[in-house]
T-cell receptor
Framework: QQQVKQSPQSLIVQKGGIPIINCAYE??????FPWYQQFPGKGPALLIA?????SEKKEGRFTISFNKSAKQFSLHIMDSQPGDSATYFC??????????FGKGTKLSVKP | DAGITQSPRHKVTETGTPVTLRCHQT?????MYWYRQDPGHGLRLIHY???????DKGEVSDGYSVSRSKTEDFLLTLESATSSQTSVYFC????????????FGEGSRLTVL
């Protein structure tokens, strides 16, 4: 019930493509769903986040789509750039405030 | 960048030796966390602290202990390191426990031979 399942494990796209990373959760008590971005040798950093009462959130080229009934959410990166190459983690926040992370997706954007 | 410093950044040690990793913050945030990151497992919470001398276990706490004697410092100790504890360890801080945003340090890579 505490898991967040993330797919795919890795993803390669061409510059300008739209990579999509998917996450699914089981715990209906999750009330906040952030995405973290991690560059090699660095710690993760918050990229964008959504609450379950919203179906979509956009920040620049990054969009979260949220489907509450299916308990799924996804990250879309529009017009992807080589600088977007990083590992992305989705997460869900439990009732005690703890973040449960997915296992991560390594994205490579080829020039 | 949030003022979080982890030390050491890299360490190689042998099985059975004690290891202490240090996290120092200059943000005066109440909550501090230790995570480990392993391929195929993502980020897993080891221990967290909600104040000086107040700590609690996370999902993978076996083999680890923590201490927080000052607001700014959170120590992670492996009493007797094992090869399964080879990992990258991240410290994180937040303003609130029910936090939307965690601020992470740059990580400490530990290799146990």
């Amino acid at each position: 019930q505490q898991q967040v399942k993330q797919s795919p494990q890795s993803l390669i796209v061409q510059k300008g493509g739209i990579p999509i990373i998917n996450c699914a959760y089981e715990n209906t008590a999750f009330d906040y769903f952030p995405w973290y971005q991690q560059f090699p040798g660095k710690g993760p950093a918050l990229l964008i986040a959504i609450r379950p009462d919203v179906s979509e959130k956009k920040e620049g080229r990054f969009t979260i789509s949220f489907n509450k009934s299916a308990k799924q959410f996804s990250l879309h990166i529009m017009d992807s750039q080589p600088g977007d190459s990083a590992t992305y983690f989705c997460a869900g926040r439990g009732s005690q405030g703890n973040l449960i992370f997915g296992k991560g997706t390594k994205l490579s954007v080829k020039p | 960048d949030a003022g979080i410093t982890q030390s050491p950044r890299h360490k190689v040690t042998e099985t059975g030796t004690p290891v202490t990793l240090r996290c120092h913050q200059t943000e005066n945030h109440r909550y501090m966390y230790w995570y480990r990151q392993d391929p195929g497992h993502g980020l897993r919470l080891i221990h967290y602290s909600y104040g000086v001398k107040d700590t609690d276990k996370g999902e993978v706490s076996d083999g680890y202990s923590v201490s927080r004697s000052k607001t700014e410092d959170f120590l992670l100790t492996l009493e007797s390191a094992t090869s399964s504890q080879t990992s990258v360890y991240f410290c994180a801080i937040s303003r609130e426990l029910i936090a939307g945003e965690l601020f992470f340090g740059e990580g400490s890579r530990l290799t146990v031979l």
